[in-house]
């Protein structure tokens, strides 16, 4: 079974390169076969018929185009001081930072208190907070891309908030000349 599969496949390439005829009718239409006609020339086919493509040489090298550098960014902040006791009774203070060199466009300020993001990114680097808790607290300012990306970070800064409790009773005070 194999034998006859190998002849019929030999057969068939044999036959792939079978003799091309040519000839010219009366009214002047050019014809191709592959059965001789009277008249009919047998056409030279070349090895082989493939398009030869030849392409010119460079003239010299381009230039080599280098990446641009990343910009390094830094965020200072400038409000509060490192280590600074804000006394607020309400819980409020402002953050203030800065970026040298000038920020990108496009991009937005994040604050983060004792890691986690404080209210929405904003287009200016000045933070009001409201009703924060007593205690230590550390603060972060991100620049970030508008796809969220981290583009710069703040060293952390500790901050402590000294606010009244309402644990703290007024203490009663005796009047005098009773």
Same mark, same amino acid.
């Given at each position: 079974?194999?034998?006859?599969?190998?002849?019929?496949?030999?057969?068939?390439?044999?036959?792939?390169?079978?003799?091309?005829?040519?000839?010219?009718?009366?009214?002047?239409?050019?014809?191709?076969? +592959? /059965? #001789?006609?009277?008249?009919?020339? %047998? *056409?030279?086919?070349? !090895?082989?018929?493939?398009? @030869? $493509?030849?392409? +010119? /040489? #460079?003239?010299?090298?381009?230039? %080599? *185009?280098?990446?641009? !550098?990343?910009?390094?960014? @830094? $965020?200072?902040?400038?409000? #509060?001081?490192?280590?600074?006791?804000?006394?607020?009774?309400?819980?409020?203070?402002?953050?203030?930072?800065?970026?040298?060199?000038?920020?990108?466009?496009?991009?937005?300020?994040?604050?983060?208190?004792?890691?986690?993001?404080?209210?929405?990114?904003?287009?200016?680097?000045?933070?009001?907070?409201?009703?924060?808790?007593?205690?230590?607290?550390?603060?972060?300012?991100?620049?970030?891309?508008?796809?969220?990306?981290?583009?710069?970070?703040?060293?952390?800064?500790?901050?402590?908030?000294?606010?009244?409790?309402?644990?703290?009773?007024?203490?009663?005070?005796?009047?005098?000349?009773?």
């Amino acid at each position: 079974m194999r034998t006859l599969t190998l002849l019929g496949l030999l057969s068939l390439s044999l036959a792939s390169h079978a003799t091309v005829y040519k000839w010219v009718d009366k009214d002047g239409n050019v014809h191709f076969s +592959d /059965k #001789p006609h009277p008249n009919a020339e %047998v *056409v030279e086919l070349q !090895e082989s018929s493939a398009n @030869q $493509i030849s392409m +010119d /040489k #460079p003239l010299g090298t381009l230039p %080599v *185009v280098k990446k641009a !550098e990343a910009i390094e960014y @830094q $965020i200072n902040i400038l409000a #509060p001081d490192k280590d600074a006791t804000i006394r607020s009774n309400e819980g409020k203070f402002s953050v203030m930072a800065e970026v040298l060199p000038e920020r990108p466009a496009n991009s937005l300020w994040v604050l983060r208190l004792d890691g986690k993001v404080w209210g929405d990114p904003l287009e200016l680097p000045l933070f009001d907070l409201d009703n924060i808790d007593r205690g230590e607290h550390s603060i972060e300012v991100q620049l970030i891309a508008r796809n969220g990306k981290v583009i710069a970070s703040s060293e952390p800064r500790t901050v402590f908030l000294h606010r009244t409790s309402v644990l703290q009773q007024p203490k009663a005070v005796p009047l005098s000349g009773n």
